[in-house]
């Protein structure tokens, strides 16, 4: 396999005695569109700025490699990157067309190809030329400008493309439209594409892998159904999507081969099973452990007590609210040893009348034991 | 009270009575709310006061003096004459004008390209911004007056400066400082370097480092930057700051009297001298008026000479 684009190796950077990233290691391959997710203050933006040279590694901080090379102290204009930035950083002074002509100018691009790329680049981002060449920043709304910002980027044909939450100071609608149309423009060019968020949607629509950062670090790296489906802590299943979790404390080993099972008695009454089948899922567990799992509220179903499908799992429990959301319902179940549990159930025509549930009903939240995951501490 | 004309605020307001009588009170407000544009005009009321009494009327008074014959003892005689713009293209006087502008022209010069690094570096000065700026405003806490004087005792033939410099072997003879138009520069410069540093800070202030970081990455070098970034953004604010420089520079009168020789005589000088010991009011006024004409054709070519594509390159790139 070719050289990755983009490599980062044990990179750690502080500011003033505090670590902003700390030993975070990947690597992107060409062509993919890669996001960095998370809250505010995890490192992520820290993470995009050493890979564009705005920042270098502390001095044992690793090495940020571009197209093969290490890159820790060449700045941001020696690297072959383009970057997109959170207000746009739009110069205000200069017409849409100076503004995308800038980089191809300090690149001493012949004239003669000047205004053939600045058209191009424009159209590519579906601004016509002849409407918004002259006109300022200023002139222009907030999609607009984010299209001259891009136009401006990719002018310069760059490996790598760096955007800094470049959606988060536009409306909804327009950012699903520009969502779709980020993720073409990098399938169309074939340019690396990383992206930084805080929305988790927007990284799960938009992106082939996804880097799920948490204080300083990578919290997990896969695709969006990898990290959805596998979280593997509290912190990722929480920020993906939301999740339902169980603690409980490991009782037995039961069955062999692909079915065997950890038997675990919960902290809410009861008890359930996790599948013990892949070692990998269940390093470390034994009987007397405690143990923490998070099982998704489409994963759960919810029966009557005594009507619970044979080989699920079930926990008793008394319905506390029901909220009708369009496509869904969501019932929250409080548990007969406390604590509440959401259960998702789709809207598949009967739902709405009569209600199936409704509080103070009994019930059990049913799950098939495969369909949770064991979560590894924070 | 006449309708559009300008309310009397103090009239109006001291005339509503206490809560006792909310009635008239009510009324006025009632009247304020109504018309929006009313409240905008008691607002600007007191300034405008102020400069119609102390400046617009002094003004109009003066390009009339300017048309008068001089009286004997100061003051005006009835009639009308042409004679004091007249002796105004004298060549000792028209010499005096070009002295003036040179002189205000070069102040600027100078304070704007000493006064940009200041500002620029109190802007980069982290958590010491707060004191630089402080003490760039230091100076306003003495009078003009008194720091001229400070001047001179720095700068004469037995001053600090001199002093030392022989104390250290570097001259052997006192340099002449004091009375040279150089002494005149130093203490305009000194005097103006302020007003010239505050709205550039002002302006490099709001400057979005992002842009900065833009032009980086697209390919900018520091001087590229700087060139296509920085000034542009912050022309307003160098703009500004030669406006209030060169202004009260071209009129000065104080600096140059105190630290400039016989031969470094300002138009403001001029001015002054008419008023007070030569007695000739209308060529005093006829000196300003003229002044003041000269200052307003220069600051409107300044104004038009701002380039239109702010970053010196004109032009589109398509077509």
Same mark, same amino acid.
């Given at each position: 396999?070719?050289?990755p684009v983009v490599e980062l190796r044990h990179v750690s950077k502080s500011f003033a005695g505090t670590k902003a990233v700390r030993d975070v290691s990947f690597s992107i391959e060409?062509?993919e569109f890669f996001s960095m997710l998370g809250p505010s203050g995890c490192g992520k933006t820290t993470t995009l700025r050493l890979i564009a040279g705005f920042e270098t590694p502390d001095a044992d901080g690793g090495e940020v490699r571009l197209l093969g090379a290490v890159v820790n102290d060449k700045r941001p204009?020696e690297r072959q990157i383009a970057m997109v930035f959170q207000n746009?950083?739009?110069?205000?002074?200069?017409? @849409?067309?100076?503004?995308?002509?800038?980089?191809?100018?300090?690149?001493?691009?012949?004239?003669?190809?000047?205004?053939?790329?600045?058209?191009?680049?424009?159209?590519?981002?579906?601004?016509?030329?002849?409407?918004?060449?002259?006109?300022?920043?200023?002139?222009?709304?907030?999609?607009?400008?984010?299209?001259?910002?891009?136009?401006?980027?990719?002018?310069?044909?760059?490996?790598i493309l760096l955007l800094d939450e470049p959606?988060g100071?536009?409306?909804?609608?327009?950012?699903?439209?520009?969502?779709?149309?980020?993720?073409?423009?990098?399938?169309?060019?074939?340019?690396t594409f990383i992206y930084v968020t805080h929305d988790q949607?927007e990284a799960?629509?938009?992106s082939d892998r996804i880097a799920v950062m948490s204080n300083s670090r990578v919290a997990q790296l896969g695709?969006?159904?990898?990290i959805?489906?596998?979280p593997r802590t509290a912190f990722v299943?929480k920020f993906i999507?939301?999740?339902?979790?169980?603690?409980?404390?490991?009782?037995?080993?039961?069955?062999?081969?692909?079915?065997?099972?950890?038997?675990?008695?919960?902290?809410?009454?009861?008890?359930?099973?996790?599948?013990?089948?892949?070692?990998?899922?269940?390093?470390?567990?034994?009987?007397?452990?405690?143990?923490?799992?998070?099982?998704?509220?489409?994963?759960?179903?919810? @029966?009557?007590?005594?009507?619970?499908?044979?080989?699920?799992?079930?926990?008793?429990?008394?319905?506390?609210?029901?909220?009708?959301?369009?496509?869904?319902?969501?019932?929250?179940?409080?548990?007969?040893?406390?604590?509440?549990?959401?259960?998702?159930?789709?809207?598949?025509?009967?739902?709405?009348?009569?209600?199936?549930?409704?509080?103070?009903?009994?019930?059990?939240?049913?799950?098939?034991?495969?369909?949770?995951?064991?979560?590894e501490e924070d | 009270?006449?309708?559009?004309?300008?309310?009397?605020?103090?009239?109006?307001?001291?005339?509503?009575? =206490?809560?006792?009588?909310?009635?008239?009170?009510?009324?006025?407000?009632?009247?304020?709310?109504?018309?929006?544009?009313?409240?905008?005009?008691?607002?600007?009321?007191?300034?405008?006061?102020?400069?119609?009494?102390?400046?617009?009327?002094?003004?109009?008074?003066?390009?009339?003096?300017?048309?008068?014959?001089?009286?004997?003892?100061?003051?005006?005689?009835?009639?009308?004459?042409?004679?004091?713009?007249?002796?105004?293209?004298?060549?000792?006087?028209?010499?005096?004008?070009?002295?003036?502008?040179?002189?205000?022209?070069?102040?600027?010069?100078?304070?704007?390209?000493?006064?940009?690094? +200041?500002?620029?570096?109190?802007?980069?000065? =982290?958590?010491?911004?707060?004191?630089?700026?402080?003490?760039?405003?230091?100076?306003?806490?003495?009078?003009?007056?008194?720091?001229?004087?400070?001047?001179?005792?720095?700068?004469?033939?037995?001053?600090?400066?001199?002093?030392?410099?022989?104390?250290?072997?570097?001259?052997?003879?006192?340099?002449?400082?004091?009375?040279?138009?150089?002494?005149?520069?130093?203490?305009?410069?000194?005097?103006?370097?302020?007003?010239?540093?505050?709205?550039?800070?002002?302006?490099?202030?709001?400057?979005?480092p992002s842009?900065?970081e833009a032009?980086e990455v697209?390919?900018?070098?520091?001087?590229?930057?700087?060139?296509? +970034?920085?000034?542009?953004?912050?022309?307003?604010?160098?703009?500004?700051?030669?406006?209030? +420089?060169?202004?009260?520079?071209?009129?000065?009168?104080?600096?140059?009297?105190?630290?400039?020789?016989?031969?470094?005589?300002?138009? =403001?000088?001029?001015?002054?001298?008419?008023?007070?010991?030569?007695?000739?009011?209308?060529?005093?006024?006829?000196?300003?008026?003229?002044?003041?004409?000269? +200052?307003?054709?220069?600051?409107?070519?300044?104004?038009?000479?701002?380039?239109? =594509?702010?970053?010196?390159?004109?032009?589109?790139?398509?077509?």
């Open positions: 396999m070719a050289d060409r062509g204009y746009y950083a739009l110069f205000p002074h200069l017409s @849409v067309e100076r503004n995308v002509a800038f980089g191809l100018e300090q690149r001493r691009t012949p004239k003669t190809e000047l205004a053939g790329r600045v058209q191009a680049a424009l159209s590519l981002v579906r601004l016509d030329p002849a409407t918004f060449a002259r006109r300022l920043p200023a002139q222009l709304s907030g999609g607009q400008r984010q299209r001259v910002a891009l136009a401006r980027a990719l002018v310069l044909e760059p490996a959606l100071a536009i409306d909804l609608q327009l950012r699903k439209e520009m969502q779709l149309e980020l993720k073409s423009l990098n399938k169309q060019l074939g340019t949607e799960l629509t938009m695709t969006p159904a990898e959805y489906e596998n299943a999507g939301e999740s339902n979790f169980l603690d409980g404390t490991v009782v037995d080993r039961v069955g062999a081969g692909d079915a065997a099972w950890w038997s675990v008695e919960s902290a809410a009454g009861g008890r359930f099973r996790v599948p013990a089948a892949d070692p990998s899922r269940t390093n470390g567990i034994a009987p007397g452990r405690l143990l923490r799992i998070a099982v998704r509220p489409e994963w759960l179903d919810l @029966v009557a007590p005594d009507a619970v499908p044979p080989g699920e799992n079930a926990l008793r429990g008394a319905v506390r609210d029901v909220i009708y959301l369009g496509e869904t319902m969501h019932v929250v179940v409080t548990l007969a040893g406390g604590g509440d549990v959401t259960v998702a159930l789709r809207n598949e025509g009967q739902l709405i009348n009569p209600l199936p549930w409704r509080r103070g009903d009994e019930a059990a939240v049913a799950w098939r034991p495969e369909d949770c995951q064991i979560l | 009270m006449a309708a559009g004309g300008l309310p009397d605020p103090g009239g109006g307001l001291s005339a509503a009575p =206490g809560p006792a009588a909310p009635g008239p009170r009510r009324r006025l407000l009632a009247w304020f709310t109504r018309r929006p544009e009313t409240e905008a005009w008691a607002l600007l009321a007191p300034g405008t006061v102020w400069m119609l009494v102390f400046f617009a009327i002094p003004v109009v008074v003066m390009c009339g003096y300017s048309f008068m014959p001089r009286g004997t003892y100061g003051g005006v005689d009835p009639g009308f004459t042409l004679e004091a713009y007249a002796r105004f293209l004298h060549p000792v006087y028209l010499k005096i004008l070009e002295r003036t502008f040179v002189v205000a022209i070069v102040c600027t010069a100078l304070c704007a390209l000493t006064g940009y690094p +200041v500002a620029y570096a109190i802007t980069r000065s =982290g958590k010491w911004r707060t004191l630089l700026l402080f003490l760039v405003v230091l100076p306003f806490w003495t009078s003009f007056l008194v720091r001229t004087f400070a001047m001179i005792f720095l700068m004469r033939d037995t001053g600090l400066i001199n002093t030392w410099l022989l104390r250290l072997g570097i001259i052997h003879q006192p340099l002449t400082m004091l009375y040279t138009p150089f002494a005149v520069l130093l203490g305009l410069v000194y005097g103006y370097l302020p007003y010239m540093i505050l709205p550039i800070y002002a302006s490099l202030e709001k400057l979005d842009l900065l032009a697209l390919g900018a070098r520091p001087a590229a930057r700087f060139r296509r +970034v920085t000034l542009p953004l912050s022309a307003p604010g160098l703009i500004a700051g030669s406006l209030l +420089v060169f202004i009260p520079a071209l009129g000065s009168f104080l600096t140059s009297d105190l630290l400039g020789g016989a031969k470094g005589l300002l138009v =403001g000088n001029l001015v002054q001298n008419q008023f007070s010991t030569a007695r000739n009011w209308p060529f005093g006024s006829a000196a300003s008026l003229i002044l003041m004409t000269l +200052v307003l054709i220069a600051v409107l070519i300044y104004l038009r000479l701002r380039p239109a =594509g702010a970053d010196g390159r004109r032009g589109g790139v398509l077509s």
